[in-house]
Nanobody, 126 residues
Framework: QVQLIESGGGLVQAGGSLRLSCAAS????????MGWFRQAPGKEREVVAA????????SYADSVKGRFTISRDNAKNTVYLQMTSLKPEDTAVYYC???????????????????WGQGTQVTVSS
């Protein structure tokens, strides 16, 4: 079992920055891909960014490319999402997730992830 705890969310003005952290416990996630997803009210959950197990490969939603950066520190069993130039449309609950496949290729679909955190709220005011 893996427990994922997100932190770092909050209220920020448009143009501001936040850094989300996802700390894993119960088992190492260093051999699994990780992802950040978000869900706004009335909308489906969507991928924001994903990273493979080694950190050598990443992917981003078109809407966040050039503004968000996903990274991981396998020694700390933690994944990060640095968010800059935030926009009101970035407002959502952000979830961290662990992929189901060990040492797999980069995954970025919700169905490929079997452990999820409780989420952290990010609100961007205009």
């Amino acid at each position: 079992q893996v427990q994922l705890i997100e932190s770092g969310g909050g209220l920020v003005q448009a143009g501001g920055s936040l850094r989300l952290s996802c700390a894993a416990s119960g088992r190492t996630v260093s051999t699994y891909g990780m992802g950040w997803f978000r869900q706004a009210p009335g909308k489906e959950r969507e991928v924001v960014a994903a990273i493979n197990w080694s950190g050598s490969s990443t992917s981003y939603a078109d809407s966040v490319k050039g503004r968000f950066t996903i990274s991981r520190d396998n020694a700390k069993n933690t994944v990060y999402l640095q968010m800059t130039s935030l926009k009101p449309e970035d407002t959502a609950v952000y979830y961290c997730a662990c992929a189901a496949e060990m040492f797999g290729r980069l995954r970025d679909r919700p169905v490929d992830f079997n452990y999820w955190g409780q989420g952290t709220q990010v609100t961007v005011s205009s």
